[in-house]
T-cell receptor, first 111, second 113 residues
């Protein structure tokens, strides 16, 4: 069935360093790939997304890349700050809108 | 613009009791989703509505779970009877249509004792 694998499960970086989170998906019909940030006890918040007709999208310190051939997509955060600490989820969906989420990555940014 | 609203935020019940969760989506959003999020895991879809119609309820345990979205706006998710394993956060999300960005509510944290 549909599946999204996310790595690593935990990531610790020094403030100012970059962080990269990677996901792979199984459904070749997937065409929409959002990333959500979830702070403890809070709702998942959409931080960036990409559709299958582009390979890269950037928004200030956050960027997402997509390789449809390999069924990989990644989140890149540059110049990390302590407030970036949270759990990050990748997800994939096809035209149905059913989001399949990865298992989450706990990012810790050390000051 | 108001976001997705859910109530209650927290609920503690004893097993075998019924419980209901309410969701008010973002105004104008036709698609509404109910997700289940267990601790340390990503959300999992329970049911998706397009207006009043449940178009994907394949993951909803229909023996004890039910949902409705009357008039295509607010939605209610019910569990009867609740089991210990139902303890989780129940998230509601909405989008303009099934291909658009999904925005989540704050969730209802259910504890079944």
């Amino acid at each position: 069935g549909e599946n999204v694998e996310q790595h690593p499960s935990t990531l610790s970086v020094q403030e100012g360093d970059s962080a990269v989170i990677k996901c792979t998906y199984s459904d070749s019909a997937s065409n929409y790939f959002p990333w959500y940030k979830q702070e403890l006890g809070k709702r998942p918040q959409l931080i960036i997304d990409i559709r299958s007709n582009v390979g890269e999208k950037k928004d200030q310190r956050i960027a997402v890349t997509l390789n449809k051939t390999a069924k990989h997509f990644s989140l890149h955060i540059t110049e990390t700050q302590p407030e970036d600490s949270a759990v990050y989820f990748c997800a994939a969906s096809s035209y149905t809108g059913k989001l399949i989420f990865g298992q989450g990555t706990t990012l810790q940014v050390k000051p | 613009e108001a976001g997705v609203v859910q109530s209650p935020r927290y609920k503690i019940i004893e097993k075998k009791q019924p419980v209901a969760f309410w969701c008010n989506p973002i105004s104008g959003h036709n698609t509404l989703y109910w997700y289940l999020q267990n601790l340390g895991q990503g959300p999992e879809l329970l049911i998706r509505y397009e207006n009043e119609e449940a178009v994907d309820d394949s993951q909803l345990p229909k023996d004890r779970f039910s949902a409705e979205r009357l008039k295509g706006v607010d939605s209610t998710l019910k569990i009867q009877p609740a089991e210990l394993g139902d303890s989780a956060v129940y998230l509601c999300a909405s989008s303009l249509d099934s291909g658009s960005e999904q925005y989540f509510g704050p969730g209802t944290r259910l504890t079944v004792t």
